[in-house]
Nanobody
Framework: QVQVEESGGDLVQTGGSLRLSCAAS????????RAWYRQAPGKERELVAA???????KYGDSVKGRFSISRDIGEKYIYLQMNNLKAEDTAVYYC?????????WGKGTQVTVSS
C-alpha cells in the first residue's frame, strides 16, 4: 500500500515563493502518476502540475511559467516550486501518486497567499 504526505504549505504574501514536498512510502514500485492538485473553497479540485515517467511535465494554464514540478532521483519525492504567488493560488494542495493498481492521495497542505 502506498501512502503520500505533503508538507511545506504556509502563509505567504503576494509575489512570494513556496516549495511543497510530497513523500511516498510503502510499496512504491510502478508509480506512473506523480502530480499536484489543488482545491480552493467553493471550487472543484484541479490539476496544478504532473510529471510523467519519462520526465514530461504538464501544468495547469493558470500556473504555467510560475510553478515547477520536479522529482528526486529515487522517485519517492516530488516537489512543487511556486513562484510569483497570487491570491488566487490560495487553496489546499494535494499530492497524488498512482500506478496500475493504486491511486494514493495525501491529506493536503494549506497554501494561503495574502495581498
Amino acid at each position: 500500500q502506498v501512502q503520500v504526505e505533503e508538507s511545506g504549505g504556509d502563509l505567504v504574501q503576494t509575489g512570494g515563493s513556496l516549495r511543497l514536498s510530497c513523500a511516498a512510502s510503502g510499496r512504491i514500485f510502478g508509480i506512473t502518476i506523480r502530480a499536484w492538485y489543488r482545491q480552493a473553497p467553493g471550487k472543484e479540485r484541479e490539476l496544478v502540475a504532473a510529471i510523467y515517467p519519462g520526465g514530461t511535465t504538464k501544468y495547469g494554464d493558470s500556473v504555467k511559467g510560475r510553478f515547477s514540478i520536479s522529482r528526486d532521483i529515487g522517485e519517492k519525492y516530488i516537489y512543487l516550486q511556486m513562484n510569483n504567488l497570487k491570491a488566487e493560488d490560495t487553496a489546499v494542495y494535494y499530492c497524488r501518486m498512482g500506478g496500475p493498481r493504486f491511486d494514493a492521495w495525501g491529506k493536503g497542505t494549506q497554501v494561503t497567499v495574502s495581498s
